[in-house]
C-alpha cells in the first residue's frame, strides 16, 4: 500500500524539550513538505525539500529544524526555541514540486 | 505573499447546492487546487485546475478564472458526510510553493 505516514498521532512536550516528528512515504516522491494548522487558520509552511539532501525554509520556519537524508523520509524537530509549539502538523509529498501534493494523517503537538 | 480569501462557513440541507468561493491575487503562476478535511484529520485532495472553465468530478464540480483570480468549488447532492472544512490553495512561484487560504467550514443539515 503507497501513502504518508507520520507518527506519533499524538505527541507531548515538557518546557524546554526538543521532540522530533516522523514522516515517512513510499510513494517514490521526490518532494516533501511540513506544515502547521492552527484552529481556524489555513496550513502554513514550515519547511520544504525538493530533492534528497536538500531543504528550503518556509513561511514559518523558527524554532524547527528538519534533515533530508533519505528520499523516502523527512523528519521534523520541534526545538525548545518554538515557544508556541500546540499545533496539529501536517507532511506532504508529491511527485515534483508544482504538482499535487498528499497529506499523512497529521501529528497533534501538546504542551505539557 | 499570497491573499486567499475564501468565506468562513455556509450551511445547506442535505441534497442542496453549495458554491464556495475563491479569490486570489494572481501572481502569474497557474493552477488553483481544493482540499477536503474533516474534522481531526488530514486534507485530502479534491481538485486541481490549471485551466480556465469548469471541470466536473462527480458530484463535484471546480471552475477557475485565472484573469480574474477567482475561484469556486461546487457541491452539489449534498450529503452528511460532506461537512467538512474546504480549503483553497495557490501556487506564489514557479516553484509551486502553496498559499492555503482559511477554509470554508461546509454544515450540512438534515
Known amino acids: 500500500d503507497g501513502g504518508i505516514t507520520q507518527s506519533p498521532k499524538y505527541l507531548f512536550r515538557k518546557e524546554g524539550q526538543n521532540v522530533t516528528l516522523s514522516c515517512e512515504q513510499n510513494l517514490n516522491h521526490d518532494a516533501m513538505y511540513w506544515y502547521r494548522q492552527d484552529p481556524g487558520q489555513g496550513l502554513r509552511l514550515i519547511y520544504y525539500?525538493?530533492?534528497?539532501?536538500?531543504?528550503q525554509k518556509g513561511d514559518i520556519a523558527e524554532g524547527y529544524s528538519v534533515s533530508r537524508e533519505k528520499k523516502e523520509s523527512f523528519p521534523l524537530t520541534v526545538t525548545s526555541a518554538q515557544k508556541n509549539p500546540t499545533a496539529f502538523y501536517l507532511c506532504a509529498s508529491s511527485r515534483s514540486t508544482a504538482e499535487t501534493q498528499y497529506f499523512g494523517p497529521g501529528t497533534r503537538l501538546l504542551v505539557l | 505573499g499570497q491573499n486567499i480569501d475564501q468565506p468562513t462557513e455556509m450551511t445547506a440541507t442535505e441534497g442542496a447546492i453549495v458554491q464556495i468561493n475563491c479569490t486570489y491575487q494572481t501572481s502569474g503562476f497557474n493552477g488553483l487546487f481544493w482540499y477536503q478535511q474533516h474534522a481531526g484529520e488530514a486534507p485530502t485532495f479534491l481538485s486541481y485546475?490549471?485551466?480556465?472553465g469548469l471541470e466536473e468530478k462527480g458530484r463535484f464540480s471546480s471552475f477557475l478564472s485565472r484573469s480574474k483570480g477567482y475561484s469556486y468549488l461546487l457541491l452539489k447532492e449534498l450529503q452528511m458526510k460532506d461537512s467538512a472544512s474546504y480549503l483553497c490553495?495557490?501556487?506564489?512561484?514557479?516553484?509551486?510553493?502553496?498559499?492555503f487560504g482559511a477554509g470554508t467550514q461546509v454544515v450540512v443539515t438534515p
Open positions: 485546475n490549471v485551466l480556465d
Open positions: 490553495a495557490a501556487p506564489t512561484d514557479s516553484w509551486g510553493k502553496l498559499q
Open positions: 525539500s525538493q530533492i534528497v539532501n536538500d531543504f
